[in-house]
């Protein structure tokens, strides 16, 4: 063999020598890196299940409440309390106007006779099935602020002029006057109005009864004065 074939061989034998070392690092390196995981990087370990903000499920919501009208043997503060539950409504709470119509009809007369009537006032001061689908488009609420509660003068002369046995026990009137307040959005802005009210509650307060009860209301701005 001459010395270039001796010279050529060296050549290739150090060149496997070399490519076979460095086959040997890449696999030592690769080990090595599935061992000790992936490089450490800016972003904070994951805290501890114990160091979580706990909190309700996305899908779990507040349950809606509904107004609660108290019961009371005085006659103004169970009107008001009427009055408050018949002007409060929010169409964002999932609830629909019977819901808020119920509240109302349930502390109706226990007889049963004024229910049907008592069920078509309350109609009139909520919003209809369908304007109630516009307006919670809008997130709708509304509430009342009471100015006045009082007996109106004309309730006295409403009492003369009745036949014995006509009106119930213990029954009277009051005449509330306050203001309506209604809340919502509008193209992404929130928006609100203010209405001058005025009605009259009609209840009873029997002397042997727990609470008042509610007799019927008069129509909306045409109360007794």
């Given at each position: 063999m001459n010395t270039t074939d001796d010279s050529h061989a060296r050549r290739r034998l150090v060149a496997?020598?070399?490519a076979g070392i460095a086959l040997?690092?890449?696999?030592?390196v690769g080990v090595y890196g599935l061992l000790i995981g992936p490089p450490d990087t800016d972003t904070p370990p994951a805290p501890a299940p114990s160091e979580r903000t706990v909190g309700p499920p996305p899908s779990e919501k507040l349950t809606p409440r509904l107004p609660v009208i108290i019961a009371t043997d005085d006659p103004e503060g169970f009107?008001?309390?009427?009055?408050?539950?018949?002007?409060?409504?929010d169409t964002g709470d999932g609830l629909m106007p019977a819901d808020y119509s119920s509240v109302i009809v349930e502390v109706g007369d226990p007889t049963g006779y004024e229910q049907a009537g008592l069920a078509s006032d309350i109609s009139t001061y909520?919003?209809?099935?369908?304007?109630?689908?516009?307006l919670r488009k809008h997130s709708t609420?509304?509430?009342l602020s009471i100015e006045t509660a009082a007996v109106p003068e004309a309730w006295a002369e409403a009492v003369d002029q009745a036949q014995p046995?006509?009106?119930p026990e213990g029954a009277t009137a009051i005449t509330i006057e306050g203001t309506r307040h209604r809340e919502g959005i509008w193209q992404d802005d929130p928006v609100s109005s203010e209405h001058s009210v005025a009605f009259t509650i009609f209840l009873a307060c029997p002397e042997d009864a727990d609470s008042c009860h509610l007799l019927r209301l008069s129509e909306l701005d045409n109360p007794l004065r």
């Open positions: 496997w020598i070399i040997l690092v890449l696999i030592a009107a008001r309390s009427v009055a408050e539950a018949l002007f409060t409504w909520l919003p209809s099935r369908e304007a109630w689908i516009e609420s509304q509430y046995g006509q009106l």
